[in-house]
């Protein structure tokens, strides 16, 4: 039976996909060749014109909305003493962290996070998210 951590981290890990997906041109993608690369371009100009990038900052907020999503999963996961599934919701908040625009620093603090709790059940899970958060740091 599946747990409420469980159903957050799903919740979260569906918003993630619903991202990385769009980015790839898959769910809500633009489909339909020339007609679609003409409707990029145009709208490209005019939020060059009118100075707002709304795609990108709404992007920015489902990618931050996914990353709290997976740091709560983490929470309960942790009181629940499922370290090693706190550490991968951990891990996947800093992926997302990562691919937001202004809050890169932030994938750094949870993998480090995800280190310190995965190194209760998994060490070498530890030394990955170790090492992540500091290529993130290096990044920086």
Same mark, same amino acid.
């Given at each position: 039976?599946?747990?409420?951590?469980?159903? !957050?981290? $799903?919740?979260?890990?569906? /918003?993630?996909?619903?991202?990385?997906?769009?980015?790839?041109?898959?769910?809500?993608?633009? #489909?339909?060749? #020339?007609?679609?690369? +003409?409707?990029?371009?145009?709208?490209?100009?005019?939020?060059?014109?009118?100075?707002? @990038? @709304?795609?990108?900052?709404?992007?920015?907020? #489902?990618?931050?909305?996914?990353?709290?999503?997976? %740091? /709560?999963?983490?929470?309960?996961? /942790?009181?629940?003493? $499922?370290?090693?599934?706190?550490? =991968?919701? +951990?891990?996947? %908040?800093?992926?997302?962290?990562?691919?937001?625009?202004?809050?890169?620093?932030?994938?750094?603090?949870?993998?480090? =996070?995800?280190?310190?709790?995965?190194? /209760?059940?998994?060490?070498?899970? %530890? !030394?990955?998210?170790?090492?992540?958060?500091?290529? !993130?740091?290096?990044?920086?």
């Amino acid at each position: 039976e599946p747990s409420a951590a469980d159903a !957050v981290f $799903e919740e979260a890990e569906s /918003k993630f996909q619903a991202l990385t997906e769009r980015g790839k041109g898959g769910k809500g993608g633009h #489909k339909g060749g #020339k007609a679609s690369k +003409l409707w990029s371009c145009l709208w490209g100009f005019v939020q060059a014109i009118a100075g707002t @990038d @709304d795609v990108s900052e709404s992007r920015d907020e #489902k990618v931050e909305e996914a990353a709290e999503a997976f %740091a /709560k999963a983490a929470t309960k996961f /942790k009181l629940a003493k $499922e370290w090693k599934r706190a550490g =991968e919701a +951990l891990v996947r %908040a800093g992926d997302c962290y990562e691919m937001h625009s202004e809050m890169a620093f932030m994938a750094s603090d949870r993998y480090a =996070e995800a280190s310190k709790v995965l190194r /209760k059940d998994d060490v070498d899970g %530890a !030394v990955k998210a170790l090492r992540r958060a500091a290529d !993130v740091t290096i990044r920086l």
